[in-house]
């Protein structure tokens, strides 16, 4: 899979909010504690991980799909919590240099032995700013995710307990060599700036088309 026009499009005319456009940094120590704990309940007490409609972005063998904490449904706000921590917010805000909001966040998705992440970028309005945090894992080599602009591409390793800020929207990004280990569990948040006037019109007005074509 590559980026198809639309993305590379999108991915012109979005402004660069960081000199990079992604980092690598730990994860507040509280936040990260509240976040292993959601996944150990939720995978060793309630046994709550369902496996996740595939959308089309990943790939696993077909014993090994990935699999999701019981979503809102699971009744769990403290994801929630650390999505609209004014903490977690201030590091991303920092990295992007704009004021942001919360929009969605998943996770934790447990990703298995062989998965793969094709290359895209994220949904043009919802997730201009990201956080991909690691949560735990039991890995047999690190499964690096590539971030690519500008024809450079970087591959990160996201160490557990670490988190890539990054901007989805400019970067493509991928995992294509297969998850070698066991597990990953990955939670994810995403931010879109809180003044729209910070986008340009013809981004505005692209990415509002574009936005149902981005089922992920
Ligand atoms: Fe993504």
Partial sequence: ????????????????????????????ENLYSTLLEIFIEGRYMFDAFLPEKPH?????ADRAPTLVLGGTGFGDNRP???????????ILEDF??????????????LYQRGAILHEHIDRPLSHIISASMHVDSDLDEPWNISVESGGIKKEVNIEKGHMLLYEGVRLNHFRKAPLN?????GTFMHYTVSDSRVLPTDYLELAQQAQ?????
Avoid at 7 to 14: A, D, P, W
Avoid at 56 to 60: A, P, Q, T
Wanted: charged share 15%; hydrophobic share 35%.
């Fill in 1 to 28: 899979m590559t980026l198809d026009n639309l993305s590379l499009r999108l991915q012109e005319m979005v402004p660069h909010f960081s000199e990079r456009g992604y980092a690598v940094v730990p994860v507040p």
């Fill in 56 to 60: 089309g972005i990943v790939e696993s």
């Fill in 181 to 185: 280990g066991r597990w990953y569990a």
């Fill in 212 to 216: 149902p074509c981005f089922r992920f």
């Fill in 96 to 109: 992007c240099g704009c004021s942001l909001k919360p929009t969605y966040w998943y996770g934790p998705r």
């Fill in 80 to 90: 929630s919590l650390i999505h609209e921590s004014p903490q977690l917010i201030q």
